[in-house]
């Protein structure tokens, strides 16, 4: 079964400064990933995902992975954020069997708190 | 707009006192699932569809029931709440999968069972 380890479970950035959030996985192929952020009282929303071809993904909000293989990551990061990136983030990851039926598997969150 | 709804948002009951939560789509998607958070736990799936009258089993389904009649909504069940359903409940859906492209979440609903 696959599972997924953040860390980090809270980060303090300052307005302006860069971020990286950090996602491991394990499972035992090439995996699907995502990253879901969940703004105070709200659902999920999806950020970014990988599915295969190239290793560094956009998303929405300024957000970009890399997907890298050999350490099992798939971290997050923003170049510059913003007092509204404030929230809690969530690597998920997904196998491949299954045709998408079951879960994804989420990790346990970081929360991001952003100074002025 | 394209949405999940659920309600209630948010419910305090008593332990053994039957409640539904409801979720429905408007994006006429095939898959649908309901998942628990829980604080340092993150989410856990309950239980999923893939379509009408299909569910199986997630990772956390004891004390869960669900049903699928129509395509647009995928009410959860607790028979007889316990105090450790105390939890805020995500229903989310995508077009046939997660693997199919965006999974998308209602805004939560928030359980206490005392």
């Known amino acids: 079964a696959q599972s997924v380890t953040q860390p980090d479970i809270h980060i303090t950035v300052s307005e302006g400064a860069s971020l990286e959030l950090r996602c491991n996985y394990s499972?035992?192929?090439?995996?699907?990933l995502f990253w879901y952020v969940q703004s105070p009282g709200q659902g999920l929303q999806l950020l970014l995902k990988y599915f295969s071809g190239d290793t560094l993904v956009q998303g929405i909000k300024g957000f970009e992975a890399e997907f890298k293989r050999s350490q099992s990551s798939f971290n997050l990061r923003k170049p510059s954020v913003h007092w509204s990136d404030a929230a809690e983030y969530f690597c998920a990851v997904g196998a491949r069997s299954g045709g998408g039926a079951d879960g994804l598997t989420f990790g346990k969150g970081t929360h991001l708190i952003i100074q002025p | 707009e394209a949405q999940v709804t659920q309600n209630p948002r948010y419910l305090i009951t008593v332990t053994g006192k039957k409640l539904t939560v409801t979720c429905s789509q408007n994006?006429?998607?095939?898959?649908m699932s309901w998942y628990r958070q829980d604080p340092g736990l993150g989410l856990r799936q309950i239980y999923y569809s893939m379509n009408v009258e299909v569910t199986d089993k997630g990772d956390v389904p004891e004390g869960y029931k669900v049903s699928r009649k129509e395509k647009r909504n995928f009410p959860l069940i607790l028979e007889s709440p316990s105090p450790n359903q105390t939890s805020l409940y995500f229903c989310a859906s995508s077009w046939r999968g997660w693997n199919t492209g965006e999974l998308f979440f209602g805004e939560g609903s928030r359980l206490t069972v005392l």
């Open positions: 499972y035992g192929a090439t995996p699907y």
């Open positions: 994006m006429n998607h095939e898959y």
